[in-house]
T-cell receptor, first 113, second 116 residues
């Protein structure tokens, strides 16, 4: 079945450091790919998405490129801030998969001032 | 409403008791999902509703778990004879375009269930 694998956390960075959180997926068809973020004390919210190969999703300085050849959707940010501290979830949604969105295990990010 | 509302926000129960968790989706959202988030784990899909029907119940962990949705709106997740391993945050999400390339899930704040 479909699945999402993302790097284990926690990831601890200093402010202004470069961030990469790896995500790879397994799917039978052509899924849409998402990154959701959960800030402390808040609910999950969509951060960015890409719906087809080579698309780049971007929001709040974060980017991720849909790579079909490597089945990956790595999240990157050039310069993190303390306010980026949160748990990040990679996810996929595929119509042939029964209309459900499947999430990775989440990666906790701590950014130190 | 303005967002997905879940109640209660916290529930502490004794092993063996039944619990009901409620979700009010965003008005007009036809799709509703239940997920479970256990400590240190990712989001585990439980069940999906399109309108009042549940075409995908594949994630329900046992027959102690059931869910219903009425009027295409409010949904209730019921756990019978709770066990300690049921302790988790139960999240509800709704969306307007299930299975589409542009589907975006809107999540509630969750119900923290603790089974003693």
């Amino acid at each position: 079945g479909d699945s999402v694998t993302q790097m284990e956390g926690p990831v601890t960075l200093s402010e202004e450091a470069f961030l990469t959180i790896n995500c790879t997926y397994t799917a039978t068809g052509y899924p849409s790919l998402f990154w959701y973020v959960q800030y402390p004390g808040e609910g999950l919210q969509l951060l960015l998405k890409a719906t087809k190969a080579d698309d780049k999703g971007s929001n709040k300085g974060f980017e991720a490129t849909y790579r079909k050849e490597t089945t990956s959707f790595h999240l990157e940010k050039g310069s993190v801030q303390v306010s980026d501290s949160a748990v990040y979830f990679c996810a996929l949604s595929e119509k042939t998969g029964g209309f459900k969105t499947i999430f990775g295990a989440g990666t906790r990010l701590f950014v130190k001032a | 409403g303005a967002g997905v509302s879940q109640s209660p926000s916290n529930k502490v129960t004794e092993k063996g008791k039944d619990v009901e968790l409620r979700c009010d989706p965003i008005s007009g959202h036809t799709a509703l999902y239940w997920y479970r988030q256990s400590l240190g784990q990712g989001l585990e899909f439980l069940i999906y509703f399109q309108g009042n029907s549940a075409p995908d119940k594949s994630g329900l962990p046992s027959d102690r778990f059931s869910a219903e949705r009425t009027g295409g709106s409010v949904s209730t997740l019921t756990i019978q004879r709770t066990q300690q391993e049921d302790s988790a945050v139960y999240l509800c999400a709704s969306s307007t375009q299930p299975g589409s390339a542009n589907e975006k899930l809107f999540f509630g704040s969750g119900t923290q269930l603790s089974v003693l």
